[in-house]
Structure formats: C-alpha cells, structure tokens
C-alpha cells in the first residue's frame, strides 16, 4: 500500500530555529478573507540559542481565553537573555492566536479546538493547518514540552502543575521531575477524559516529557497564579537543562485523579450553587453543588454528590450549567 504524502505546512517562520542569539518573530499562516484579500495569521514566536543543550518548546492560549500562561511566556519572551540559556528555547505565547486576539476558547475562525486538532492538516482548516505546523515542525526539535493551561471562562482550579500516566514508565518519570521543579502549590496526576488529538498526546507520542501547569480561570488573571507560573517555568527550564541558575525548592501536595470517578457532571440545567470550596475535602456521596431550575420559581433544587472522596481541585464557573457540563473535579491527595 503506498502512503500518502502530505503536502508541505502553508506555514512560514520568520525566525531561523538554528541561528544563535535571541530572535522575535512570526509564524505567518496565509489567510484570506473580507478585510484582506492576501492577508495572514500572525502567531508570535520567539527562539533563543545558545550553544549545545535541549529543546524546551513553551507554548501557551492553546485554548484562547487561558491568559496566566501566556502572561507568563510573554514575559519571558521579554526578559530572556541568550547568555542564560544552554540550549534553545522555543517560545510560543498563544498557540491559536486567533481564539486568544477574540478571547474564546476555540477559534472564531473555524470554531476548532486547537487542543483537540492533533495532527492537524496542512490542507485542513486554520485550527488543523496550525496543528499540522506544531506536529511536523516544532515537537520534533522539541526535547521538553510545557503547554500552559487554566480554566478560562468555565472552570477554577487549584494552582498545580500535571503530568499524565504513560505506558513508558522512564519518560512519565521525567515528566513528573518537570512538574516537581515546577514546584506548583499542588502537583497533579492526571487523568484525562478525553485525550483524542490533544497536544500533549502528541508530544507524548513523540517521547518527549511533557507537563501541564494548570491554574486558576473563571475571570481575568490575578496576581497569585500568573506569579507561581513565572516562578515555576523559569524553575523548570533549570531543572530540564535549558537555564542556567537553581531550582528554588518550593513545597508541594500531590493529587491523584485515579479514575473517571474524579469528574462530576450535571444532568440538569440551571443555576448552581457550590457546597463546597476549592481545596476542601469531600466524602462520597457528599452534595458538592445543587443546581435550581431557573424556568420558573417554586422547584426545589437538585443536589449534585461526589462520585468519589477526596479534595475539590476544580469547579464550574459561572454561575450557570448546562445538563453535560463537568460540576466538579476532586482528586485524591497521596505522597509523592
């Protein structure tokens, strides 16, 4: 059987990835509409070399209105000099520009979600041909992978920074080294519910350790969260080879998210009211939230329990859900 060739990414960098120094540029992705006939998608980039050492790809806005990451990376991307790096850094703020120029979580262009277009295309949609861009030409360079994420406008979470189960046991241990240099107030194993055409999986495919800090949402950036993902980042480029200087230990908890148990869903629409705070411990069984019926006044409330014990790491918001939408995530503490 021959196998298709896929025809060269539409994608063009204006940075060279193997020139030394520090340079800022672009990932020019062609795109005509209304307003311009040849225009393109300009996606931000920047790339620092400095001698031999690993690749750390950082990228953030994977889902477009998540700002504490590319908070950070934009200040990072401001700040770094090449005489602090001992290898090349790979510095992408806000990987569908397009969703984070509107701030929506999935592009305006084409309704895709970047997070869940793996591989993508090069003759696809924007979200696939920009998927297409990261699978064929940025993870292969990649030696270490962070991709930035928060809750956005629908979920909060606990500060931590996570890494998935993996079959092979060597690269899932160097991806939990990055998530304990990370130093987050809270330390994740993660369990996804829906890992098909996600980044990380891609990256992970690859046989690259790839973390996923994770923190805060429901609103604009405060200033707790976008400091621990600065703080950490730089702690973590240290760790993995990449900057010069020490990791600044900082304590941390760990969660466990076991089974699908840890994801609580509403199967009723309406108004909701938490019963229980971030971080708080729940048994199972326990009511976390009720949801009243906002059709009309005079119906009671549905209460919506715990699948399982364990502590509150993230939650809806805001105020309204929808019969599907995940109420609750709680994950079990152990020791590292």
């Known amino acids: 059987m021959l196998q298709m060739q896929l025809a060269p990414s539409p994608i063009a960098a204006t940075v060279d990835f193997a020139a030394p120094?520090?340079?800022h540029g672009f990932l020019r992705l062609p795109y005509s509409r209304d307003d311009a006939a040849w225009g393109s998608i300009m996606t931000p980039i920047t790339v620092v070399n400095n001698g031999e050492g690993p690749?750390?790809?950082?990228?953030g806005a994977n889902h477009g209105d998540e700002y504490e990451g590319p908070i950070a990376l934009f200040d990072l991307a401001a700040t770094i000099r090449a005489k602090d790096v001992t290898g090349?850094?790979?510095i992408v703020p806000a990987m569908n520009y397009p969703a984070f120029a509107a701030g929506t979580r999935t592009s305006p262009i084409d309704r895709g979600n970047l997070n869940r277009s793996f591989p993508g295309r090069p003759d696809g949609s924007v979200t696939q041909k920009l998927a297409d861009y990261f699978q064929r030409?940025?993870?292969?360079?990649?030696d270490v992978v962070l991709d930035f994420h928060s809750g956005g406008k629908t979920l909060d979470f606990l500060p931590y920074c996570a890494a998935h189960i993996l079959p092979d046991k060597r690269q899932e241990a160097a991806a939990f080294e990055l998530v304990r240099a990370f130093g987050a107030p809270w330390s994740v194993r993660m369990l996804e519910i829906d890992a098909v055409g996600m980044y990380d999986t891609a990256a992970e495919e690859m046989g690259n350790p790839s973390a996923t800090?994770?923190?805060?949402g429901g609103g604009p950036p405060t200033a707790r969260p976008a400091g621990i993902a600065g703080r950490g980042l730089r702690d973590l480029l240290v760790a993995a080879g990449v900057m010069r200087g020490e990791v600044e230990a900082r304590p941390t908890r760990w969660l466990d998210m076991p089974d699908a148990d840890c994801f609580t869903f509403a199967e009723d629409g309406g108004l909701i009211e938490f019963l229980a705070d971030l971080g708080e411990a729940v048994e199972q069984g326990q009511p976390v939230a009720r949801i009243?019926?906002?059709?009309?006044?005079?119906?009671?409330?549905v209460a919506v329990h715990a699948r399982r014990a364990g502590l509150m790491m993230a939650r809806h918001f805001p105020g309204i859900v929808k019969p599907g939408d995940c109420v609750a995530v709680i994950g079990e503490e152990v020791q590292p």
Do not use: E, S
Request: hydrophobic letters at 50%; zero cysteines; a positive charge.
């Open 88 to 90: 090349r850094i790979i």
């Open 137 to 142: 030409v940025l993870l292969p360079m990649a």
């Open 55 to 59: 690749t750390a790809l950082l990228t």
């Open 213 to 216: 800090p994770d923190r805060g």
């Open 21 to 23: 120094g520090v340079q």
């Open 292 to 301: 009243f019926p906002v059709t009309r006044t005079g119906l009671a409330p």
